[in-house]
């Protein structure tokens, strides 16, 4: 069974709205910068589940935000996930504290140097080359990417 989950990168000009995740015990996450999301709750569709969770982490109501694609990760650790990815560039209210970790408005380019998953890498640039939805599995041995497939054609990887 896969866990469904959403991602969501805020953009203010050229930086992004970024999650220091460090204050969760057991965070598969843990220590990585990504985009705030979360899982789904019963009955939710992946725009229900990222406005309550961008409103959660940040404290923002998302005003404008447009559905970017859905990314499988397959790992040999984690349980399988259908993450529906997101970007926003409108929204209402003040930042708040987040209990999953530290907020920070980051610049795109300075995020790339900072601690993240391997294959997040590849949809970040798909987002910046502003790409046509799409379809991204990524494949994971441990916190290796071993195999990366965008909209069905191998991009990265293939080892068994």
Not at 98 to 108: F, H, N, V, Y
Not at 128 to 133: G, L, S
Request: aromatic share 12%.
């Amino acid at each position: 069974m896969f866990k469904q989950t959403t991602l969501c990168y805020l953009e203010r000009g050229e930086e992004y709205l970024l999650l220091h995740r460090v204050k969760k015990k057991n965070d598969e996450n843990h220590d990585k910068w990504i985009g705030v999301g979360g899982k789904f709750e019963e009955g939710e569709s992946p725009e229900d589940c990222v406005l309550r969770e961008v409103r959660e982490e940040t404290g923002l109501t998302l005003t404008s935000y447009r559905y970017r694609g859905i990314v499988t990760f397959v790992s040999d650790i984690y349980p399988c996930e259908y993450m529906h990815l997101f970007t926003a560039d409108g929204w209402t209210g003040e930042e708040q504290i987040c209990d999953e970790g530290e907020l920070a408005w980051i610049s795109k380019r300075a995020f790339a140097s900072l601690p993240m998953w391997e294959g997040d890498y590849i949809f970040l640039d798909l987002l910046e080359q502003n790409a046509p939805f799409f379809s991204l599995k990524l494949v994971y041995r441990g916190e290796t990417l071993v195999d990366a497939v965008l909209n069905g054609k191998r991009v990265r990887g293939g080892e068994k």
